[in-house]
């Protein structure tokens, strides 16, 4: 969908007002959307004149009753340009009612967008924080699991002291047998 862009002096006359009213709404900030053309110079969105406040298409006098046209001479051709005219205007409100009701259409779908997105970031960190704790639990289990170096030259313990489900004096390993087995070097008991 393309806005409507006027430059300045279409949106002077369009809202019926000077070209340095739209100029200086334009320095003021009031209409964010306008943008320089280098053939036909700023373009200003027509939703940023209703935003600011800017009526388009201000009324125009009363239409010339039939009777008067016919009564000035003109017959039907007033007539029907003034008619014409009462079209264009209608046609013009009629546009400008879609144009307010796209840009609320899209104001809401964007708010929408961003709540969307909102929440699926509150998801993401969510999931992130639960995956930082499994990380952090499998880096514990994993460290509980691996045999440290020491363990493996602790001296057997010695009697009378805390420990123990060892046996008091435990044998030393024996060596292999002749059949390539290895000897237990725990007593049988």
């Given at each position: 969908?393309t ?9 002077a006359?369009?809202c019926?007002v000077s070209r340095t ?8 900030g009031d209409?964010?959307?306008?943008v ?7 373009l200003?969105p027509v939703?940023d004149?209703?935003a600011?406040?800017?009526r388009l298409?201000?009324?125009a ?7 008067d ?15 014409g005219?009462?079209d ?10 879609r144009?307010?009701q796209?840009?609320a ?6 708010r929408h967008?961003r709540?969307?997105?909102?929440a ?9 924080g639960?995956?930082a ?5 499998l880096?514990q289990?994993?460290r509980?699991?691996t045999p ?5 030259e ?5 009697p009378?002291?805390?420990?123990g489900?060892?046996p008091?004096?435990p ?5 292999e047998a ?5 000897r237990?070097w725990?007593r049988?008991g």
């Amino acid at each position: 969908m393309t806005r409507p862009m006027l430059t300045q002096r279409e949106a002077a006359t369009a809202c019926g007002v000077s070209r340095t009213t739209i100029r200086r709404r334009r320095e003021a900030g009031d209409l964010p959307g306008a943008v320089q053309d280098e053939s036909r110079g700023w373009l200003i969105p027509v939703e940023d004149l209703l935003a600011a406040g800017l009526r388009l298409n201000a009324p125009a006098g009363p239409d010339v009753p039939a009777a008067d046209s016919a009564a000035a001479g003109t017959g039907g051709h007033h007539q029907d340009h003034g008619h014409g005219q009462g079209d264009d205007v209608a046609g013009l409100r009629a546009e400008l009612e879609r144009v307010r009701q796209e840009h609320a259409l899209a104001v809401a779908e964007e708010r929408h967008g961003r709540e969307l997105a909102e929440a699926e970031a509150v998801h993401l960190r969510a999931q992130l924080g639960a995956r930082a704790e499994h990380i952090a639990d499998l880096q514990q289990a994993l460290r509980a699991l691996t045999p440290a170096p020491v363990r493996t030259e602790l001296p057997p313990s010695v009697p009378g002291q805390a420990g123990g489900g060892r046996p008091a004096e435990p044998e030393p390993p024996e060596p292999e047998a002749a059949g390539g087995e290895r000897r237990r070097w725990w007593r049988r008991g």
